[in-house]
């Protein structure tokens, strides 16, 4: 893991720009930017699963079966499996229509809600990648832009986090570059 970047945005809370390996995260939570039927087929929702071992696919599976899909802007949770993360949080992220199907809102919810279930589970560390700005073709700029400005709202809620660290993990060098570009613009050193 190489460490880009650390904001402290309250004095019990920092947020974290990393470039690495999301499955080698050491945190209590990592996010999967899964699809609405938790079918862990490609990206980064297929690493996880490989390296997580049968359970998080079986677990997977089970969701769905008792709940449905899991709708856009939505979230499950699944436990590690075999991962150093005790949670999976599956992030059902937009799929980019050139902006003129609410993806910004869906993709903020999301991260919201993926950050307020870490902290209903009382996780002290989170990581999430970049959702949304892969295979489903969300700008990685405005991801960046819409991840800083969610991670900033969640962090004046009240009663403040249990959440201590939030890490934006990227394995890219391309995405990484952009999320500590933005971390800049919108966390401009004091």
């Given amino acids: 893991m190489k460490e880009l970047r650390t904001i402290f945005l309250k004095t019990n809370l920092q947020l974290q ?23 862990h087929g490609g990206g980064v929702a297929a690493a996880i699963a490989r390296a997580g071992g049968p ?8 969701w769905v079966q008792e709940n449905g899909p ?18 999976v949080i599956h992030a059902v992220g937009p799929i980019w229509r050139a902006g003129d199907a609410d993806e910004d809102r869906l993709l903020s919810q999301v991260i ?3 950050l307020s279930k870490a902290n ?3 996780c002290i560390s989170i990581s999430l990648p ?21 991670v900033q709202s969640f962090a004046q ?26 971390s800049v613009r919108v966390f401009p050193d004091p």
């Fill in 17 to 39: 720009i990393v470039m690495g390996n999301l499955v080698r995260e050491a945190v209590d939570a990592i996010v999967n930017p899964a699809n609405n039927t938790l079918v």
């Fill in 55 to 62: 359970r998080i696919d079986q677990e997977s599976q089970k």
């Fill in 70 to 87: 899991v709708p856009t802007g939505g979230i499950a949770t699944t436990s590690g499996g075999d991962l150093e993360a005790k949670w």
């Fill in 112 to 114: 919201f809600n993926a």
């Fill in 120 to 122: 209903e589970l009382q």
């Fill in 130 to 150: 970049a959702i949304s700005s892969g295979i489903f073709g969300f700008p990685k700029d405005r991801c960046a832009r819409i991840f800083m400005e969610t």
């Fill in 157 to 182: 809620t009240e009663p403040p986090p249990f959440i201590e660290t939030i890490r934006l993990c990227n394995i890219d060098v391309t995405t990484s570059t952009i999320f500590f570009q933005e």
